[in-house]
């Protein structure tokens, strides 16, 4: 048995590993794990990370092998890796392309060299409808129509399918990345950007052309998939998250591409334009007017021979999407991220519908690299006051969360790290509209909520982006795909329980480079020894993967 106790990892049976965060290895390995494990807990000290069959899927499509893997433990572990983990790690890399689709004359297969795992899924009388020929006992014709809802079904059987199946091209389109932005300045692609555009396109082949490209917010994931749209050069639907995200979108293409502005399309509540380059919201495509009634504007996904479907924020796509993106297979999908965290447990059915993680960039490197800005993450707790105590002892969980997260003491906390960071852009968000509307009251500074007018969000982003206003509220809106690049310090008074990818989100609005120091600044405002305490702690997990670490701020 190797013992190496100077090494930073426990490998356990049940595949979680325990890793020191102060062993002068743990940023070498902290990168390595996060492309086959995620973190579940994120203490001081002992980080545990757990390894899953979807983690091992996205990782062997990323062209890592089991050997890989296991060289990695066996490198960086204390002590020897338990054999279960070794077999269970092997089982679950080989199980991904254990069962392909491939076209051959028009017509999809579903194929497998192993003559027992055919008979297997071909004997589930729920599979039945999706063959239409038996060819061999390894091969077996499907319906095309069929091709996603096959690979769903197969993925919870814990056969994740290798989709070599093809796209059918696009109406073509000539577009291609300008040379210079339209303010002159020379239009660099970084080369992470390159790089990932290339995987995705992989030459045009069906080993491309769908899944999910990872970059952290404010590193450039637009370009990217501008990079993507230069190499089909087809008729492409961009489906993002609000209108303010829809006509940022269209400034950046207008802004870095050979593109006409009236071959740009918006539909949206306010417009509807099917162009060459249309740009629309999930909301919109979700949008009926009541339970029973159909999604009318899904028909989008068939008003053209799309050659490429983007989906902005990938992380946040809606149920109804999902079963859209299902029969539309046949279409290059290009899935844009920060997090593959999704709150509802449907990484699946991103890996399926959109695609595997192609690209993944640990946000640590581009920020010693210069691409975001270097952040500072500090978690300020307050008291309870004494005459909320008794209201919060006697009231049920979701009621104390509410009560905690809407503790008045925090303007005071606030007030004070707005006059310790006086010369700088500040943003203060929240999930409670009435603690957003009294802070509001308080400091005398304005607010955009999901009601405000489309034109007055703009507006005041513009005066915020100009330095008229300097500090701004914004509620949920400011989750997702709001440019404001000098926003340097985030003050977050209340959220969604535990949502990681919020947590990363909000961060993620102050990390666009800085000129100078190139420095932000994250607070997360909690009501101390509280169930918001408690949930704080789950929130910060995807940042403590990425290698942020928060201080704690106790105020009396």
């Known amino acids: 048995m190797n013992i190496n106790t100077n090494n930073p990892i426990i490998v356990q049976s049940d595949k979680t590993l325990l890793v020191e965060v102060n062993n002068e290895l743990y940023t070498e390995v902290r990168d390595k794990l996060s492309r086959f494990a995620e973190v579940i807990k994120s203490p001081e000290y002992i980080h545990t990370y757990k390894i899953s069959p979807i983690s091992l899927w996205n990782a062997a499509t990323s062209g890592m092998s089991y050997q890989d893997i296991i060289e990695i433990l066996e490198k960086y572990s204390k002590y020897e890796v338990p054999q279960n983990v070794i077999k269970d790690i092997e089982d679950n890399i080989n199980k991904y392309g254990k069962i392909k689709i491939i076209r051959e004359e028009n017509s999809l297969f579903l194929i497998s060299k192993d003559i027992y795992i055919m008979k297997e899924i071909t004997n589930y009388k729920n599979l039945e409808k999706y063959f239409v020929e038996k060819i061999s006992d390894t091969k077996y014709k499907i319906d095309e129509n069929m091709r996603g809802e096959i690979k769903l079904s197969l993925i919870k059987l814990g056969y994740p399918v290798e989709d070599l199946g093809g796209y059918i091209e696009g109406n073509r389109h000539e577009m291609s990345l300008k040379k210079f932005t339209s ?9 992470y950007q390159k790089e990932a555009s290339e995987i995705f396109y992989a030459d045009g082949s069906a080993k ?3 899944g999910v490209v990872v970059l952290p917010c404010g590193a450039g994931k637009t370009v990217t998939a501008m990079a993507v749209m230069d190499k089909i050069k087809e008729e492409t639907l961009i489906l993002t998250t609000n209108i303010t995200a829809v006509r940022q979108w269209k400034q950046e293409l207008i802004d870095k591409m050979n593109i006409l502005e009236e071959n740009i399309g918006e539909y949206s509540g306010e417009i509807k334009e099917i162009k060459p380059i249309t740009i629309s919201t999930y909301q919109i495509l979700t949008h009926r007017k009541s339970k029973v009634d159909e999604f009318v504007h899904m028909n989008i996904f068939h008003e053209k021979d799309w050659g490429l479907i983007i989906y902005d924020e990938v992380h946040t796509l809606p149920a109804p999407i999902f ?18 965290v999704r709150e509802d447990g449907k990484e699946e059915d991103v890996f399926t519908l959109i695609g595997p993680k192609k690209y993944d960039m640990p946000w640590k490197v581009l920020e010693k690299q210069g691409w975001i800005a270097e952040a500072q993450c500090t978690e300020v707790r307050v008291k309870i006051p004494e005459d909320l105590k008794m209201e919060y002892a006697v009231s049920d969980s979701k009621s104390k969360f509410r009560i905690a997260s809407e503790n008045y003491r925090k303007i005071d906390v606030l007030k004070n790290l707005i006059n310790e960071h006086k010369d700088d852009k500040i943003l203060i968000i929240g999930q409670y509209i009435d603690q957003l509307n009294l802070i509001s009251k308080e400091l005398k500074v304005p607010i955009i909520t999901g009601k405000t007018k489309n034109s007055e969000r703009e507006q005041l982003f513009d005066k915020f982006r100009s330095g008229d206003i300097t500090i701004l509220i914004v509620s949920k809106v400011a989750n997702f795909a709001i440019d404001l690049p000098d926003a340097s310090v985030a003050i977050q008074v209340s959220g969604t329980f535990g949502s990681r990818q919020e947590e990363a989100q909000r961060l993620g609005r ?3 480079p800085k000129k100078g120091d190139n420095r932000a600044y994250f607070y997360s405002i909690v ?7 408690e949930f704080a702690l789950k929130r910060q997990l995807f940042l403590a993967e990425q290698g942020y670490k928060y201080y704690i701020e106790l105020i009396e």
């Open 323 to 340: 079963r859209a993106a299902a029969e539309i297979q046949a279409t290059r999908r290009l899935g844009l991220t920060a997090t593959l």
């Open 527 to 533: 009501t101390a020894d509280s169930r918001e305490q």
């Open 208 to 210: 491309g052309g769908s």
């Open 183 to 191: 303010l002159g300045e020379t239009l660099l692609i970084r080369d």
């Open 510 to 512: 102050i990390l666009r």
